[in-house]
């Protein structure tokens, strides 16, 4: 029973510390933007990718591997693409990812998530949707037999970020992400995962 109370306890610190990481970054972009306000025009397709990294904690109902310990990753894949509708607002499908070592193999732990992204201010925007949950072997670490499993289900996903350098219709940002999914396994069994990343976005609007 104690076991279980601090499983819980230990989740809800987790989670606690990932938003208010993300908070406090979305804080101080407000704050670095209410000083500087310049008018960018945005339109039509836009793309994104961004390179960083973070931390994972992933829990399997079965109980091989808890929230107990969380793991350093690094962000692959983490792409972005979508359409403007105006010149604040557009439709996005995300594509995280996150390395995690599972069993002494190496697992991918991303989504497919229909999103919006809207900009408060001129450089700084927020994003967040709710699709796909995906748990896959990492591509250089397909093993037959042994890690070579597909698992799918829900996945909310939110995130900030803030244009520190743009140039024509391309813009470098420094962002954080949050991702909270959980994958169906076999035998009626799940795999959760809590996910918070900072990268660097290179953008094209």
Known sequence: MKSIKMKTIKKQILLKMACAAFASLSSTTYAQNASSETTTQRD????EFVVGGGIISIEDSAGIQTFDKSQGTFVFPDVK???ML???LAITVSLPGNIYEFQDNDRNFGGFIPSLQYWVKDRW???GGVG???DSPALYDIKDDVNDDWNF???VMASTGYEIYKKKNFALNVQSKLVLGRASLDGDAHRDAVIFNVGLGFSWL
């Open 44 to 47: 039509g397709f836009i793309f």
């Open 81 to 83: 693409f979508g359409h």
């Open 86 to 88: 105006n010149e604040n």
């Open 125 to 127: 925007w927020i994003h």
């Open 132 to 134: 796909l949950a995906i």
């Open 153 to 155: 289900g829900c996945a």
